[in-house]
């Protein structure tokens, strides 16, 4: 929903699921910048790193071996990567202005926001939230694998990056609550598209009467899916979500 709602702006392209492969980008970005032997050899004692034409079969170098020879420097580390995102979310095809994509795998035991943040200086990161109980009914009812309390722990680790990332990059971030997106009577998205720069209008509002999703699976009963969850389980859902939950005000 928040998808739609974004990308019914003027000029936007949110992108959909990807798989999380920017978890093994992120992780190939900060080995280039904290192995020990790359900075060493390549960073610092590379003397033809800014020139990729370089005629190999003529150069005698007698302080360091050849094995390490690469034209590249640190800025060169930073393009290269900034460009490899954006051949995925910003194809030159594309005519829109602004891009982005939506996942929900990033959050857990990865460094893909503080990848995005540190090379796209402008970015800005809109994260979504929602009452645990909930999430965690969805997953069930969606058919995640794990325990309830396996999926709220999970919950509590990536809300937790979340939270840690607001903390540190607080200019650059907007929490929207789910419950209040979905209501025509908050502020939620009013207040979203005035932090981006765009104006809000009716066809934000039209995309919140689209029913798909898990919305689509309905309990017989006409109660919440969270009151699958017995006594017990919700007990053991709320203490291992004790922290976050409290954190963002649920």
Known sequence: MLQKVLNSADDVMIWGEHGGFLKQVAAAYYFNLTDKEIEQQILKQNPVAQDPNLDFNRLKINKI???????????EIDENFRRFIASFFNPVEMTKTHWGF?????GIEDRVMEMLADLYREARFVFIVRNPLDVVASQVVMGWSGTAKHL?????VQNQQ????????????????FEELASRESNA??????????????????????????????RKD?????????????????KAVKAQKRALGY
């Not at 071996?65 to 800025?75: F, P, Q, T």
């Not at 998205?189 to 309905?218: S, V």
């Open 162 to 177: 979340i939270i840690d990332f607001c903390r540190v990059h607080e200019d650059r971030v907007h929490v929207v609550r």
């Open 222 to 238: 006409g109660r919440a899916h969270s009151e699958m969850f017995s006594r017990w389980e919700r007990g053991r859902i709320l």
């Open 152 to 156: 709220a722990k999970d919950w509590a």
């Open 65 to 75: 071996g050849y094995s390490w020879m690469n034209w590249y420097s640190r800025e």
């Open 189 to 218: 998205i009013p207040n979203l598209f005035e932090w981006l720069g765009y104006p809000a209008t009716e066809k934000q509002y039209e995309i919140l009467d689209i029913q798909e999703g898990i919305w689509k699976k309905t």
């Open 102 to 106: 939506k996942e929900i795998r990033y």
